[in-house]
């Protein structure tokens, strides 16, 4: 759905997109993230043809939106950062504004329009004017004008910005409804909400793209440092002997829990789980076993870990 290929993007002589390149599969949901000034904004406003590149190319559907503006922007549903609404205007006569803006004939936009309010929890608001909506309420019109032609490509710029818990689980719970149907590509900077939203992670950092995996695979990128908990009730000295003698524990530290058991932190060597042997050490020695679980590593852990030679190098 998505090629981008060597993108480069330079204000004033500062650059805001590096060289960058990546694909977007039709039917994902990608999260495009980065702290402020990462770069996201501006290669989301260049893939939505709202701004020229300085080199490279983007395709959307085929279409290169550099040459084939109009074709390409038909198959994009936009909602930037700042939602640009009419506050004067009322829900459904603006949804309906929008949708014959889009190319939709007046029936095609009547039926559109109902179907992209009841998707996006807007029938009860239809005759409430804009201005008076609350700020949820406001991401949820702006969702509605970026699906109402049915776009292949829905591009989301912080669509969760400034609303409270319950908004924002709302917000995502419909973007999570339109994988499959779209291609979802959304930038955030906050790392939890990616993790739960999205198929794939695009890391951008100073202008480039730094990583581009699941959030699965970049668990596993990182599992080599992930250290293992087991609670054990056993003699001290016969766990610091077993882990002594176990080739594939790199570091170890065995500390008194409550009762009989004792808490064995354990580092493996070279990435390897140390479970299955754990497991098999304790059930040999009759060992009760009260927990053996292995430490997951944060989506904001995977970012620092990507991003730190980089911000190294600044320094």
Known sequence: MIQVSNLTKRYAGRTAVDDISFTVARGEIVGLLGPNGAGKSTTMRVLAGFMPACSGTVRVAGFD??????????????????????????????????ARLKGLGWKKSRERVTTVMEQCGLTDVGRRVIGQLSKGYKQRVGLADALVHE????????????????????????????????????????????EMMCNRMLIMFDG???????????????????????????????????WEETPEVEQFDVAPSDGEFFRC?????????LRPAIFALAQRNQWPLRELTRSRHSLEDIYLQVTKPDREELE
């Open 65 to 98: 939106v550099f040459h084939d503006s109009e074709e390409a922007r038909r198959r994009i549903g936009y909602m930037p950062e700042n939602n640009p609404l009419y506050p004067e205007m009322r829900v459904r006569e603006y949804l309906k504004f929008r």
């Open 265 to 273: 932190a354990l580092t493996p060597r070279d990435g390897c789980d």
């Open 208 to 242: 480039r793209v730094l990583a581009s995996d699941t959030p699965e695979n970049l668990q596993r990128r990182m599992a080599g440092g992930s250290q293992v908990i087991a609670e054990i009730a056993a003699p001290e000295a016969a766990l610091n002997a077993a």
């Open 151 to 194: 776009p292949d490509l829905i591009i989301l710029d912080e669509p969760t910005i400034g609303l409270d818990p319950q908004q924002i689980r709302s917000v995502r719970q419909l973007i999570k409804s339109l994988a499959g149907k779209h291609t979802v590509l959304i930038s955030t900077h906050i790392l939890p909400e990616a």
